[in-house]
């Protein structure tokens, strides 16, 4: 199982940016999905996930409502849509996947059984 993550850059406060993070290695229709981020000195931080079937949605408290996380398993890919970034999203983003959790852990690290490399976002004000 492999997960590539693209899409991070620089950016100045108050632009957007749209993560990617495709998936190989297996059917991942009925598998979950998650963004992760990790900036220098802090621990891994949830930023959002969505269930295999693409209708259940949850995001962190740092990045609701300025975030959009979306799936197309057509094209085993997970997007990540950041709007209006401030310098505090800077960050290594990473996804994640896993088959195995429910809802209310959706947003634990330890939940997730793979790791794509990651992606950096760096904000500027």
């Known amino acids: 199982v492999q997960l590539q993550a693209s899409g991070g850059g620089s950016v100045q406060a108050g632009g957007s940016l749209r993560l990617s993070c495709v998936a190989s290695?297996?059917?991942?229709?009925?598998?979950?999905m998650g963004w992760f981020r990790q900036a220098p000195g802090k621990e891994r931080e949830f930023v959002a996930a969505i269930r295999w079937s693409g209708g259940t949605t949850v995001y962190g408290d740092s990045v609701k409502g300025r975030c959009v996380i979306s799936r197309a398993n057509v094209k085993t890919t997970v997007y990540l849509q950041m709007n209006s970034l401030n310098p505090d999203d800077t960050a290594v983003y990473y996804c994640?996947?896993?088959?195995?959790?429910?809802?209310?852990?959706?947003?634990?690290?330890?939940?997730?059984?793979?790791w794509g490399q990651g992606t950096l976002v760096t904000v500027s004000s």
């Open positions: 994640a996947t896993t088959s195995r959790t429910v809802y209310s852990s959706l947003h634990l690290a330890s939940s997730y059984d793979y």
């Open positions: 290695g297996r059917t991942f229709r009925d598998w979950d």
